[in-house]
């Protein structure tokens, strides 16, 4: 039945160029923005899952900051290390010479005095961004962490893993710098028997460092000339492992670091699957849309014009 007040083709024709409409209106944001998911309201449980996927890849790449703080602390650390070890290397040359009769000690201890001022300059300048993990007060903290990891288990609670590197006396501390007693590697006062009695030494120490001044060749001074050499053998020994401790602390951080980054473009694929739109699929649906569009303008056109015909009967 042809009807003046309810053009049902009209009706129809509307609904369906309507809804063509939004579909396109979706497809354009989704061409325009490049995700299919942008809101809560496009799909509320892949955006929840995206966002705190996206909320803990930052997190991630705090990690990743905090890891080269890190490794630059402790590249500085072993290049001031290293370094000292090579001063310590001289000293115990230097030792080893005036074990022979004869030799001007004076002269030799001078030399011994400038490596010793050297050590205690190369630990103290051993700092990156207010850290110095070659002294330090051996009654404060004695371990260092570095952030190393952010996870999520399954119930949503959070772990923050770190390494910890040792900088007490038993780590890379060279030298003590608390007002308590001197603890460090290079500082710590060991007794030696000489002719003369026994005299306390330190390798490095402010007060207390090595002093061959005196000594003669008098076979007591000698003989503990050298047990002062093995003195010196062994600090350098324990500066080896400091050493040996700071690189496998350097391997370690960077093997986290190569791993951080693998993770970080893990969660943006991740997040990419839940949330990218499909640009070869969106930009096929909306040439398809647009047909449609133009299709429902031209049926709701004829659609409209029933009642033009309905006139014409009239007319007749």
């Given at each position: ?17 309507n ?14 923005t ?27 790449s705090?990690?990743?900051?905090a ?19 090579e ?14 009769p004869?030799?001007?000690?004076t ?13 205690r300059?190369?630990?103290g ?12 007060d ?85 003989a ?29 951080t ?25 640009m070869?699929e ?15 303008v ?17 007319q007749?």
């Open positions: 039945m042809s009807s003046l007040n309810t053009n049902i083709a009209a009706m129809t024709a509307l609904q369906t160029l809804q063509t409409n939004k579909e396109m209106l979706v497809t354009q944001n989704r061409v325009s490049g995700l299919k998911v942008k809101d809560a309201s496009d799909n509320a449980a892949y955006w929840s899952i995206a966002t705190t996927m996206r909320s803990d890849r930052m997190a991630v705090t990690v990743e900051d890891l080269g703080l890190g490794a630059a602390t402790i590249e500085v650390a072993v290049t001031a290390l290293n370094s000292a070890i001063t310590i290397g001289k000293i115990k040359a230097k030792l080893v010479a005036a074990r022979a004869g030799l001007d000690r002269k030799i201890q001078s030399e011994i005095n400038e490596l010793q001022a050297e050590l300059n190369t630990a300048s051993a700092v990156f961004s207010g850290e110095n993990w070659l002294q330090g051996s009654a404060g903290p004695l371990t260092k962490t570095i952030v190393a990891s952010f996870s999520r288990d399954s119930t949503g609670s959070i772990t923050i893993g770190t390494i910890e590197v040792n900088i007490g006396p038993t780590g890379t501390m060279l030298f003590d710098t608390g007002t308590g007693s001197a603890a460090g590697i290079l500082d710590t006062v060991t007794g030696y028997a000489f002719a003369s009695g026994t005299q306390s030494f330190s390798i490095a120490g402010l007060s207390t460092g090595i002093n061959i001044a005196s000594i003669t060749d008098d076979p007591l001074d000698l503990g000339l050298e047990d002062l050499v093995d003195g010196v053998d062994a600090a350098m020994e324990t500066m080896t492992d400091a050493a040996t401790l700071l690189g496998a602390a350097k391997s370690r960077s093997l986290q670091k190569d791993f951080v980054n693998k993770l970080m473009d893990s969660i943006d694929t991740g997040i990419g699957q839940l949330v990218d739109a499909d070869n969106e930009s096929t649906r909306l040439q398809a849309l647009q047909v449609r569009q133009q299709l429902g031209q049926a709701l056109g004829i659609a409209n014009q029933s009642a033009q015909m309905i006139l014409r009967l009239f007749n």
